[in-house]
């Protein structure tokens, strides 16, 4: 029995975009359909896959496929599979609210995106599947029956904010979309999508590799509009790059074409084929924790699952596209699959040749697609120096990094290692916020004044990798900011003069530091904080105690330049007259001092404010 039609409002998200795709700035708007067609195979998959694993699922499997019908009288364009179909929750919670990350973040960037072709680029990052309906439709009709349920969903929405759901009797086990097509407009791209003709000729171009049969009625005769051949199974030579990219947008919903296509194919002891893709733009969701892995398993051209986790480290986790093998049962699941010997040897192999072929872009004379891969994803990559120890060398060598040699240009360690000094034995590096922040640090000065590069790392990852990795190259990584570092040879003479200075500060600034000497690093500045070889950076310390963990207190080294009248000053001033209040007070105002330039937060900022007030006067 049917029930009464309820009306319910979208999240605000979903009503956002939704006015976007009403009053789309995407110009192709063919491709509505390409992501219809790509639910419903979505839906069939699911199907059969759990069908297979129920075997209690009161479910018709026997003729799975889309049927596409047009109505040139009613003006209606009807795209249905016999698929798993919804529920009336799912229907809900799939079409009536957008649950997918980083949806707010698109949202905001839309927003301050003036440039039509950088909004057409940044729906693309998204990816809006069902939405894309409401281009070329002002209503949009969704009938849907779960497989194993007697009741199903009728769903009706104007796109206008609000959308109707009720439940209906008697529906075919899948999913209908029905569209009432907007008035043709072939000046604003809008075709005429009745037209068989129009609707072959999309489905040829989009969705030609679905492995499911795509029919469509001809007068009285029912054709299959598809060749339906996997594209991982065919020679290279017989797919064009274009059925690449349209393969690639359907298993990763993007609406860009890929940075790159890899493909794989394993035969002896066991098989498997694997065709995948590197992104040219990170997903939104790519340091979110919800966000998903994009590689999908097949086993005998039969889809097993999405996101398979196995078959791809978290550092790559924005590798798309599809792994089939031919030797695993279809009955596996997440469990046995982080087990399985075959999977584990196919998921090394996957790892070195997605490297491999980023290191070959690298190489290659056009540099372009090295550096936006570099800039999209090269902070996810980075993450894989600490956890995959067996590829560490490999990714090392993909990897690039500002550094003092070039403002703007990122360098290579091998290019860097390449440019080194005669005699120098480390790579040289220094972390920071921001590379403005570390240009002007302290810890610099001698390493430019000398002429030794330095790299320049910003990002929160660096904080953790320089410690875990010991080198490249045979050549240790150095923090310039932390441990001695022997850029000059500090004279016995100046030792002896400065002994019982450094002694008294070590004692009068105890409770902030662990140590006061003297430094070969400063050339202008009078002094710095630098920490002991493994002690942990301030702004790990700090993402640590942000995530909740307990830290103790790390107390740092000041190390003075005995060539700043102000570090000489001070040690003339203690020769003279002995320890004082107003030499306490200036030793405590060089540590403040020290502690802002490199960034850091003073313990006290009032008591500083106020002693530097005092000085200042005196010197009036």
């Known amino acids: 029995m049917t029930t009464s039609a309820e009306t319910l409002e979208f999240q605000s998200e979903a009503r956002q975009l939704l006015q976007l795709m009403i009053h789309s700035i995407y110009s192709n708007k063919d491709t509505f359909l390409r992501e219809l067609v790509s639910n419903a195979s979505d839906a069939l998959d699911k199907l059969r896959l759990e069908a297979f694993r129920d075997k209690e699922l009161q479910a018709d499997t026997d003729d799975l496929h889309i049927e596409i019908d047009t109505d040139s009288e009613n003006r209606t364009l009807t795209v249905r599979d016999n698929g798993i179909g919804m529920s009336r929750d799912d ?62 969903v009728r769903w009706e929405s104007e796109g206008e904010g609000t959308y109707t759901i009720e439940t209906v009797p008697d529906l075919p086990q899948g999913t209908s979309v029905v569209l009432h097509l907007k008035p043709e407009d072939t000046e604003d791209q809008l075709f005429d999508y009745t037209s068989a003709t129009k609707i072959k000729q999309i489905v040829k171009k989009y969705s030609d590799f679905i492995t499911w049969p795509i029919r469509m009625t001809e007068g009285e005769e029912v054709v299959t509009v598809n060749s339906m051949k996997a594209l991982w199974a065919r020679s290279s030579s017989d797919v064009t790059e274009d059925e690449y990219n349209e393969f690639y947008k359907h298993v990763a919903h993007d609406w860009n074409d890929p940075l790159e296509t890899i493909r794989l194919q394993a035969e002896g002891t066991f098989e498997y084929q694997a065709l995948l893709f590197l992104p040219g733009h990170a997903p939104l969701d790519l340091f979110m924790r919800e966000r998903k892995r994009g590689v999908q398993l097949y086993v005998k051209r039969v889809f097993i699952m999405d996101d398979c986790e196995a078959l791809m480290p978290e550092y790559l986790r924005f590798v798309k596209g599809v792994v089939d093998a031919q030797d695993l049962s279809l009955n596996v699941s997440r469990e046995i699959l982080q087990q399985d010997r075959q999977i584990q040897l196919i998921r090394r192999r996957l790892v070195k040749k997605v490297l491999s072929t980023v290191k070959t872009l690298m190489a290659d004379e056009n540099p372009d697609k090295y550096e936006t891969f570099w800039k999209e994803f090269g902070r996810a990559v980075k993450e894989g120096l600490l956890d995959d120890h067996e590829n560490r060398t490999a990714i090392l060598d993909i990897c690039s990094f500002a550094s003092t040699n070039d403002p703007e240009k990122l360098t290579s360690l091998r290019e860097y290692v390449e440019r080194m000094k005669d005699g120098q034995e480390h790579i040289y590096y220094l972390t920071g916020e921001s590379r403005q922040s570390i240009e002007n640090s302290p810890h610099l000065e001698a390493f430019q004044a000398k002429g030794y590069e330095v790299l320049v790392l910003t990002d929160p990852i660096d904080e953790m990798w320089v410690d875990a990795v010991p080198g490249f190259e045979e050549k240790q990584f150095q923090s310039v900011a932390k441990g001695e570092v022997e850029l000059d040879e500090t004279s016995d003479e100046q030792k002896e003069e400065f002994s019982g200075l450094l002694a008294w500060l070590t004692t009068s600034l105890a409770e902030q530091v662990k140590e006061v000497r003297l430094s070969t690093r400063l050339t202008t500045s009078p002094a710095c904080i630098v920490g002991d070889t493994n002690d942990v950076t301030p702004t790990l310390e700090k993402m640590y105690r942000a995530m909740g963990q307990e830290m103790p207190q790390i107390k740092r080294i000041l190390e003075l330049n005995p060539g700043h009248p102000l570090v000489a000053g001070l040690r003339s001033s203690f020769t003279e007259n002995g320890e004082s209040e107003g030499l306490a007070e200036t030793a405590e105002l060089l540590y403040g001092m020290a502690l802002l330039a490199e960034g850091g937060e003073l313990g006290d900022p009032a008591r500083f404010t106020k002693l530097l007030a005092s000085r200042l006067e005196k010197t009036l």
């Not at 905001?108 to 409401?134: H, N, R, V």
């Not at 070329?136 to 009938?143: F, G, I, S, Y």
């Open 91 to 152: 229907v809900v919670a799939l079409i009536g609210t957008i649950a997918k990350s980083g949806t707010a973040e698109f949202l905001k960037k839309l927003k301050e995106t003036k440039d039509s072709a950088a909004s057409q680029d940044l729906i693309g990052q998204f990816g809006i599947g069902f939405y894309a309906s409401f281009m070329v439709a002002d209503k949009v009709t969704l009938l849907t029956r779960h497989a194993g349920s007697d009741e199903g």
